[in-house]
């Protein structure tokens, strides 16, 4: 059974600049969640998705979007990166009439300067 | 609104008992759960517990749970090095809806 991948590791990227990560789910999960965590803090909730359509959203601007696959794969798109966007976005994978929680990647480091 | 609250530093010797503890708002939360992340690493689920359970132990971590006074606390026995991380309090309605967060407690462990 294989975790949850995240691609790229780290990233380093220019102020209005847009970025594109990764994630590849758990085996056998179909929900796929994205969190930011800001140096110093807490993850914070971005967006989930579920059957390729946005299942949640938290305080994040619409230019956080995302995508699920029909193999329950996910990306993040960032567009116009601000400075404040350097943080580890961290994806999550569950299943989704499960209680037992969800698995988290080792997360992606973006940078913006 | 939901909030959870840590405190952000903990320092024990090796062999000692550790307790984080952790505060939540949101009464209707039904899940909560510690997560660890040791650096530059994602997060790990260490253990989960439902609100209408009091405590719940795994190895050398014990759960406490007051409903009343919305209090989570982490106990780890035996503390080693290799706890040294940061420990996430989180906090969902279900098992599937977005996780709340707290700040994080950095644990040290004095050899």
Known sequence: ??????????????????????????????????????????????????????????NFPPRFSGLQFPNYSSELNVNALELDDSALYLCASSFRDSNYGYTFGSGTRLTVV | GEDVEQSLFLSVREGDSSVINCTYTDSSS?????????????LQLLTYIFSNMDMKQDQRLTVLLNKKDKHLSLRIADTQTGDSAIYFCAESFSGNTPLVFGKGTRLSVIA
Do not use: D, M
């Open chain 1, 1 to 58: 059974e294989t975790g949850v991948t995240q691609s790229p590791t780290h990233l380093i990227k220019t102020r209005g600049q847009q970025v594109t990560l990764r994630c590849s789910s758990q085996s056998g999960h179909n929900t796929v969640s994205w969190y930011q965590q800001a140096l110093g803090q807490g993850p914070q909730f971005i967006f989930q998705y579920y059957r390729e359509e946005e299942n949640g959203r938290g």
């Open chain 2, 30 to 42: 039904t899940y909560l759960y510690w997560y660890k992340q040791e650096p530059g690493a994602g």
